[in-house]
Antibody
């Protein structure tokens, strides 16, 4: 069974940093591109970042470019999101999501999602 | 950047057909995916590549895509279908960004 479990969320002050993790199991993690998607309270879904299976290709939404860094450790079956210079508008539930097709397409849909971790940016 | 436009809400009586639209410039040339999200839960893929269904999704869920509008159709709507629905595409013109529509709240009367 595919499982994605996020962790690392919490309360942080504006300008602060936080590192999110996503632990994957039940599939060959190293074969799939992975993503972060966020959802502000009461708002819609917003794609944040994608990383290819071998980390060769990385993309970011304009809203986080230069502040967030996505990475992965295939040996540990884990995905990460380093978030720096956090702003109030970064407050959201952050989901880890798997690209549906193995390989480095980075253009399709997401077939499995974690339950999310809440990040609150407030003084 | 590419914009996807969804109606904020759609209401339908049980047993009727719900149609949720997703508008975008020449969206018919893109592959459109749809997600269902119930309160407090993670999104669930219900239709991908315009009209394909993942295993486990009822045949009542179907999709189409042409011109400037993609449509998610839910036939014989049930109370359990009440949820937010989001369309999503890949925007090839903006650095491999995935784009979501604003979401549509489906209310079953």
């Amino acid at each position: 069974e595919v499982q994605l479990v996020e962790s690392g969320g919490g309360l942080v002050k504006p300008g602060g940093s936080l590192r999110l993790s996503c632990a994957a199991s039940g599939f060959t993690f190293s074969s799939y591109s992975m993503n972060w998607v966020r959802q502000a309270p009461g708002k819609g879904l917003e794609w944040v970042s994608s990383i290819s299976s071998s980390s060769s290709y990385i993309y970011y939404a304009d809203s986080v470019k230069g502040r967030f860094t996505i990475s992965r450790d295939n040996a540990k079956n884990s995905l990460y999101l380093q978030m720096n210079s956090l702003r109030a508008e970064d407050t959201a539930v952050y989901y880890c999501a798997r690209d549906a097709r193995p390989g480095s397409t980075l253009r399709g849909h997401f077939d499995y999602w974690g339950q999310g971790t809440l990040v609150t940016v407030s003084s | 950047s590419y914009v996807l436009t969804q109606p904020p809400s759609v209401s339908v009586a049980p047993g009727q057909t719900a149609r949720i639209t997703c508008g975008g410039n020449n969206i018919g040339s893109k592959s459109v995916h749809w997600y269902q999200q119930k309160p407090g839960q993670a999104p669930v893929l219900v239709v991908y590549d315009d009209s394909d269904r993942p295993s486990g999704i009822p045949e009542r869920f179907s999709g189409s895509n042409s011109g400037n509008t993609a449509t998610l159709t839910i036939s014989r709507v049930e109370a359990g279908d009440e949820a937010d629905y989001y369309c999503q595409v890949w925007d090839s013109s903006s650095d491999h960004q995935r784009v979501f529509g604003g979401g549509t709240k489906l209310t079953v009367l």
